[in-house]
Every structure is written in structure tokens, then in C-alpha cells.
């Protein structure tokens, strides 16, 4: 993986900075209680999904030029096999307690 | 060309090799973690009389133990950078600061641990909590072997200096270091946000 060039300063802390205000927002939203109900939770995920990315961008340098396409091949065909198996066993659990109730 | 450059070469490419065979690693560890994610999820409101997350968890704690593991990526990243440079003294110094970041998040992991049995919330009370030192404690283990790995680069780098296979295993390490703090962001998302709601 010959992505060396795009290793920075700069670009560590911008992941760094932009890593924090994504964790500050969920943070404070529980804390102040600024949000209540099940927006909360839409709100954590969303800022977590975005610090994924981010992690992945500024931390493990991924990018669709310069890393190779077999590493991002098996970066979906994890994500897929883990929304399969995530998905798959929480959607059969919410629906035996459904019918357990 | 020469035999030194074809060589040069062919350890280049076994390299390259062994770096996609730790991101295929990677990728089923993470995996292994979103597996423990989903059977916590299933678990999590099953206290059993016990504690539930709302008594156990202090989110001043773990905010603390997010920004140890935040910094020390970013002290990780600080320390490849440095070995791009290829000054060795810089790489130590900053694989130096990060283990004591890392250590830092593991001493508070096990106080919180310790904590939580001493309130009567060990991991055979109920399977919320079960779920909970097994998801969390797993992070944990990866963290401590994550220092050990530290410790043994800085040796490398200290003995052997910047050599080719040195490099290629000091990036290996950073790849595994950046990719527990994902996983840690999953887990405060995950457990300790919704947990004290």
C-alpha cells in the first residue's frame, strides 16, 4: 500500500478535530438531555456512522485512489456479512419478544 | 538490474502481501465485534433483578476513557509520520506517548470493572452484564495486546532502526491501533450513551 505521500500533520488533525466534535455532540445531547425520545438515538448513530468514516479517512487513509481495490473489496463484503448477521439476529429477537409479550 | 534491487523488490511485495493479510485480519475482528454489538443489544435489558446500566455507568468515566483512546490515535499517527521522515528518536518518543495513553485507557477500564463487581455488577449477575464484560472486556484485551505490540516495535525500532520490514510492521500495528478506536466508538454508542438514558 504505496499511500505514504498522503500521511500529514495536516491531515491528522483534521480527523482529530473532526473526530472530537462528533463525539461532543452525542456527549452533550445525553448530558444536557437537549434532545428527548427516539431522536436521541437517531442522532448517536449518525454521529457515529460519520466518525467511522472519518476514522477511516484521516486514520487508516482509505480512499478510492490509492488503496488497493481487493482492501476495499473485503471492507464491503465485511460490512455486508455484518449487516446481514446484526440485522438478521436483532430482527428475529425484536420479533420472539413481540410474540413472547 | 541488479540482485540487491530484485530482492529489494520481492521483500517489498511480501510486504504489501502481509499488510492485505492483516486487513483481512481486521475485517473479521470486526466482525467478531459486531457479533458481541448484536448479542449485547439482545441482552442489554435484561438485568435479572440486578443493576441495571443506568446505576453502573458514569459517563464522565467514559468520556475520559474516549478522549485517552482519541489522543492516542492521533499520538500513533504522529509517530508514522515521523517514521516517513525516518527519524527513529521521534517514533520512540511518540510510540512512547501513546502506550502510556493506552495504558492510561486500560488502568480506567479496570477501576471501572472492578467498580462495577464491587457494586455488586460482576459479569455473572445477569446477561446484560454478561454481554457487557464480554464486548467490553474483548476491546480490552485487543488494547492490552495493542501496548504489548508497542513495546515491542519500540524495541525493534531501537535495535534494528527503520529497516524495510520494521516499517512495514510499524504501519501494520497503527492499522490495528486506529481500528480499536472504531470499535470504541461503537461501543460508547452503542452501551454507555443509551445506557444512561
Redesign the interface.
Known amino acids: ?1 504505496n499511500h ?1 505521500a498522503e ?3 495536516a ?3 483534521t ?2 478535530v473532526l ?2 466534535i462528533l ?1 461532543a455532540i ?2 452533550a445531547i ?2 444536557g438531555g437537549l434532545v428527548t425520545g427516539p431522536a ?2 437517531a442522532v ?2 449518525a ?2 456512522l460519520m ?2 468514516v472519518v ?2 479517512v484521516f ?2 487513509h482509505l480512499n478510492l485512489r490509492s488503496t ?1 481495490a ?2 476495499l473489496f ?2 464491503g ?2 460490512a455486508v ?2 449487516v446481514i ?2 440485522g438478521g ?2 430482527w428475529i ?1 425484536t420479533d420472539l419478544h413481540h410474540r413472547m409479550m | 538490474m541488479s540482485v540487491a534491487t530484485v530482492l529489494e523488490e520481492e521483500e517489498t511485495r511480501s510486504l504489501e502481501a502481509r499488510e492485505f493479510g492483516f486487513w483481512v485480519y481486521l475485517m473479521t475482528d470486526a466482525i467478531i465485534f459486531a457479533l458481541l454489538f448484536a448479542t449485547y443489544v439482545v441482552l442489554s435489558k435484561n438485568s435479572a433483578a440486578g443493576p441495571t446500566s443506568n446505576e453502573l455507568f458514569d459517563l464522565r468515566h467514559t468520556a475520559v476513557e474516549t478522549a485517552l483512546l482519541l489522543l492516542s490515535s492521533l499520538t500513533f499517527g504522529m509517530a508514522t509520520i515521523a517514521m516517513t521522515a525516518g527519524r527513529a528518536g521521534r517514533v520512540v518518543l511518540w510510540l512512547i506517548v501513546t502506550l502510556a495513553l493506552g495504558l492510561g485507557f486500560l488502568a480506567m477500564e479496570l477501576l471501572e470493572f472492578h467498580g462495577m463487581i464491587a457494586k455488586g455488577g460482576g459479569p455473572e449477575v445477569s446477561g446484560f452484564l454478561s454481554a457487557f464484560f464480554t464486548l467490553v472486556g474483548t476491546h480490552g484485551l485487543h488494547v492490552a495486546f495493542g501496548a504489548l505490540g508497542i513495546v515491542v516495535m519500540t524495541g525493534q525500532v531501537l535495535i534494528k532502526g527503520l529497516t524495510l520490514p520494521v516499517r512495514s510492521r510499524l504501519i501494520r500495528l497503527g492499522l490495528f491501533w486506529h481500528f480499536l478506536d472504531i470499535v470504541w466508538i461503537g461501543i460508547f454508542s452503542v452501551i454507555y450513551l443509551p445506557g444512561v438514558m
Do not use: C, D, K
Open positions: 500500500m505514504t500521511r500529514s500533520v491531515t491528522y488533525l480527523g482529530f473526530a472530537i463525539t452525542p456527549f445525553v448530558w436521541v438515538y448517536i448513530a454521529a457515529a466518525q467511522v476514522h477511516l486514520f487508516l488497493p481487493e482492501n473485503f471492507l463484503f465485511a456479512l455484518i448477521m446484526v439476529s436483532l429477537m
